[in-house]
């Protein structure tokens, strides 16, 4: 059966941070409404933390942290400069940790945690790991540039004019770098979250030229409710792949449908509303661009569906034909997402454990700098 009718939201009540984030975007239009130039003009607002304001992110519970994006998401796409605030980078450093603890768990074969649950990891590869870690290092850039203004210290692009240039060019357009990286990463990690789908984004074979319920009755083949079931499970999973192979634009809604944990599903049915407060502020941001993109939507019948404006802003990025800054930090998201989304609740105890004690022995991991869970978190 499809993946999404399992697991609960237990002890989790999302009010308090949808509180945080009304009054945080209401702040935000206050101050900064009629600031914006008509361009995407993004930048990256490096106040205090507002929907973690009381707590960090390892103290959030493995659904929580599924379903923290629905918030972060509102953050960018409804505050007047697509803001990103320091609970992305509080979210995005504490996956990099986990994600970094599995890595060196998966590859050097030190399994602690629930070997059933590690198993469900497996598809999870070391490759597509070492590049939605990378990714991750990119988008924390001008995050610990603050970090070190804050104790005094220059910021890195000036402090590699004279020992690395290329760090400085990093640094100056990381997020230039982060939204082309995180579209094809996405796709990569769908294509590994949901089970249908082999790595290049085909269909498996046993969902393709399936033995059809008509043609065995009319073999005088016996047809039980169970074979019933899971054919026609295989076939609706089967109608989201139109070509080939899975897309982003058909592995999102797969995904979204039929494999994610409750938690991811409800925060994904947020995201994936595209309202008219979201598309006005994406106008603004986009200009004569979105009036573009909006007539495409509209064509197709699907000018609500945020994954949709995703998939048609997807190429234009991929192909250098346009660049949005401001919609990198949601690629990023869904990346983390996925990642979550797939992780084991079995895990989250014994990483958190062997996190903490990595703070004692960074040079026990054996991993190049800029991979140990000590260089994602704490920020």
């Not at 697509?82 to 979210?91: C, K, L, T, V």
């Not at 105890?349 to 062997?354: D, S």
Request: aromatic letters at 10%; charged letters at 25%; one cysteine or more.
């Amino acid at each position: 059966m499809s993946e999404n009718n399992t697991g609960t939201m237990e002890n989790f009540d999302p009010d308090l941070f949808s509180e945080r984030v009304e009054a945080h975007i209401k702040e935000a239009q206050q101050e900064r409404n009629n600031t914006n130039n008509g361009s995407d003009s993004f930048r990256p607002y490096l106040r205090k933390r507002v929907i973690l304001s009381d707590r960090t992110a390892y103290m959030l519970s493995p659904d929580e942290l599924r379903y923290l994006p629905k918030f972060l998401c509102d953050v960018t796409l409804r505050t007047p400069d697509a803001e990103i605030n320091a609970d992305h980078f509080q979210y995005w450093s504490w996956t990099g940790c986990m994600m970094s603890i599995h890595n060196y768990i998966q590859v050097s074969g030190d399994n602690e945690s629930n070997n059933d649950a590690s198993y469900a990891m497996t598809r999870f590869d070391s490759d597509i790991l070492r590049d939605l870690s990378t990714l991750l290092q990119v988008s924390l850039m001008v995050k610990r540039a603050e970090s070190l203004i804050a104790q005094g210290m220059d910021i890195p692009a000036h402090l590699a004019k004279e020992c690395n240039p290329s760090y400085s060019a990093v640094f100056i357009d990381s997020f230039r770098i982060v939204i082309r990286m995180s579209t094809s990463i996405l796709e990569g990690l769908l294509r590994r979250r949901c089970n249908a789908l082999n790595k290049d984004g085909s269909l498996k074979r046993n969902f393709k030229n399936l033995t059809t319920i008509e043609r065995m009755e009319e073999a005088g083949q016996e047809v039980s409710d169970d074979l019933r079931e899971v054919v026609e499970e295989h076939k609706r999973i089967a109608s989201y792949v139109n070509g080939e192979r899975a897309y982003l634009w058909e592995a999102l809604p797969l995904w979204h449908n039929e494999y994610a944990k409750p938690a991811t599903k409800k925060a994904l049915d947020s995201i994936d509303n595209f309202t008219k407060e979201k598309k006005d502020n994406m106008r603004s941001l986009l200009g004569s661009y979105m009036t573009t993109i909006s007539k495409e939507l509209e064509k197709y019948n699907n000018e609500k569906s945020l994954f949709s404006f995703l998939n048609a802003v997807r190429n234009p990025t991929a192909h250098n034909e346009q660049i949005f800054h401001s919609l990198g930090s949601i690629f990023v998201n869904l990346c983390c997402m996925v990642f979550w989304d797939q992780f084991p609740d079995a895990f989250y105890e014994n990483h958190k454990k062997t996190f903490f004690k990595s703070l004692s022995e960074p040079g026990a991991w054996g991993l190049s700098p800029g991979f140990r869970p000590i260089d994602f978190y704490p920020l």
